[in-house]
């Protein structure tokens, strides 16, 4: 993806999930993956009003080159990138948002992973998604966590993780794929919230696996 038609689906995205209610006022933040470095929303901006010259673009190394400072989560977006392409399953964009009933799953500080199977859609689309502890905002320490467990379900591949008290991080080859991603996410949550439901059974997802790949 060029960097025009990246910095023009980036605010689309995001225009996008503001109106659904997926982000609110300044939460959230989007990152695309360029060959020359990466554009990720400035840091507080509401994802509802991005302009395309406002975005911060930074070089390979993390400087910053061009547009507002830099969304306070670029360390995290780049070690994302970075063990995705360790992986040789290279990430083009990643979304975080502070979506409502991900966050409400988290704020009984819940460990290991933040939803059991109870959709086909879920296992297809979203897979696993592991919790990473509480830390505040921006904090680096985060970005070793992700890491590592991005690195511990390989070679099952991992596409969301959830920072518990704030929200889902997830990522895939474009904008689009990974606004699909959060929008899985999200109504699993959701639906989980309302039914508590009882998990596929071991052959259904097995079933998953067979038919349409599923990573899980």
């Known amino acids: ?9 980036i605010c689309r995205i995001g225009k996008s999930l503001f109106e659904r209610g997926y ?21 507080d901006a509401c994802l509802g009003l991005l302009q395309p010259g ?28 970075e063990a995705q392409a360790q992986l040789g399953r290279p990430a083009g964009c990643v979304i975080h948002t502070h979506s409502t009933h991900c966050v409400a799953l988290t704020l009984a500080d819940p ?26 905002p921006g904090d680096p320490a985060v970005g070793d966590l992700v890491a590592a467990l991005i690195a511990r379900h390989a070679p099952i591949a991992i596409r969301a993780v959830m920072l518990s008290r704030l929200g889902p991080n997830v990522w895939h080859d474009t904008p689009a794929r990974a ?38």
Do not use: C
Not at 26 to 40: E, K, Q, W
Not at 54 to 79: F, I, P, Y
Not at 111 to 136: A, N, Q
């Open 54 to 81: 406002e975005l911060a673009k930074v070089d390979l190394a993390g400087l910053q080159v061009s547009g507002e400072r830099a969304s306070k989560t670029l360390a995290l977006h780049r070690r994302i990138y």
């Open 23 to 43: 982000v609110h006022a300044g939460a959230g933040n989007i990152s695309v993956r360029l060959d020359d470095g990466f554009l990720i929303t400035p840091t």
């Open 111 to 136: 460990v290991g992973e933040l939803l059991p199977p109870i959709t086909p859609y879920f296992v297809m689309k979203v897979g696993h998604v592991p919790v990473v502890p509480y830390h505040r």
């Open 1 to 9: 993806m060029n960097e025009q038609t990246a910095r023009t689906e």
């Open 179 to 216: 606004m699909a991603v959060l929008e899985e996410l999200e109504e699993t949550a959701r639906l989980w919230l309302l039914a508590r439901p009882t998990p596929l059974p071991e052959q259904a997802i097995e079933e998953l696996r067979a038919v349409f790949g599923a990573s899980w």
